[in-house]
Every structure is written in structure tokens, then in C-alpha cells.
């Protein structure tokens, strides 16, 4: 079985996150993909400070409806502390071990690709598992001055500002070059905390969850009174 690992804060999954799991299973031949929440990415602090638990939901909620390719997988929310992919990568390989058709692949935005030799063992992370990075649009809503967008840490510059090089990037990769759909977590949760459209930005059961739960709905820090 061929399996590639998507992970992420998903600080709403989205459409584009939906889009890029079907692309690497019907233009790259994989039977399945895991996404897999982060609990506290490394390399970024998340906006309004959804609870893990109400994230991996709304994963689980999308993968139950293509359970033939899909798998939520609840690892690094268990784990807690910072989550680092070589960990995941290692957790998973054994997990899988009796069932993988070689290594497993690691899915990645060529945003964060750019800034690939910052992260926890990348030498290690490229043994675990083979690299498909996708090209996406430049996110506008992450660019400009705004409160719902998730802040770089360390020495990292953020997640648009780089461009990424395929031709020199260090590790073995497979580049999706067609730019995926340019939605963006971001502009969803803006969307939501100032009252404007966002349902089909989304797959149904995620929109259905934050309207259930009321998720981010505040803007600057302020809870808005009325709702969509």
C-alpha cells in the first residue's frame, strides 16, 4: 500500500487541503492519505487558539467521508509538546510497517519546502519518507496586516515571503507544479469573524462543525454579536 502523510494545524481544513489529498491520490497513485493534525506546530503559533480537540475533529469529520483514501490520524494531539514531524514520520512507519509498499511520502506546501533545512532532522525526515511538495497560490490574506493570521517563530521568516527552487532544493522530491485551489485557512477564519461567506470554501461536514460550535467567530479579540 502507498501512503503519503499530510499534516498541519488544518486551523480550518479546507478545500484546498480536500483538492491536494485527491491530486496525490489519483495523479500520484496513492491508496491512502493521513492527515494529521499538529498539537503545537514548530514553526508557527496559531491564530485564536482553537482547542487540538475541536481541529482534529473537523479532520475526522472529512475523512469519514471517503473512508477508502482518507485516515485522521491523532498522533502529535496525543503526543502534546511541540510537534515534529521526524516523530510523526517514525511513529507512522512502524505503525504502518506491515502494510507500506516501500517508505512513506511527507506532502508539503513548497511555502514550507523553502525553509525545509530548518526543521528537526530533514535528513532523517527525507530517509523516513519520500517528498512531494505542491506549488500554491501566494496566500494575500497571510501577506497583508492581519489578526487571524498565524505568526512565524524562531528564526523562520514565515510562509510566503520565500520563493521555492525545485531545480536546487537539496533533498529528492516529487514537485506538483499546478497550483492547487488559492484558499487559504487564513481568509476562512477572517471570513467567518467578520460575518462574510465562507461555505464553500469548505467541505459541508467542516462548515456544519463551526457553525455547531461557534468557531472563529471573534475579531480582534472581540466576540462578534450576530453570526451568518
Known sequence: MRIAVLGGSFNPLHIGHAMLADSVINELGYDKVIFVPAYNPPHKTLSQ????EHRLKMVELFCATDKKHFIAEA?????????YTVDTLKYLTQKYQSKLEGKLSF???DEVASEFHKWKDPDVISSLADLII???????????DNSHKNNPTGDYTGEYPLAFDPVNFKYPCVYLKDPLLPVSSTDIRTRVAEKKSFKYLLPSVVYEYILKHNLYRELNNESSKDYL
Do not use: F, L, V, W
Not at 487558539?49 to 487540538?52: E, G, L, S, W
Not at 505542491?134 to 497583508?144: A, F
Open 107 to 109: 506532502i508539503m506546501g
Open 49 to 52: 487558539n482553537i482547542p487540538a
Open 134 to 144: 505542491t506549488h500554491r497560490y501566494p496566500d494575500e490574506s497571510y501577506i497583508k
Open 75 to 83: 498522533c502529535e494531539i496525543k503526543r502534546q509538546g511541540i510537534s
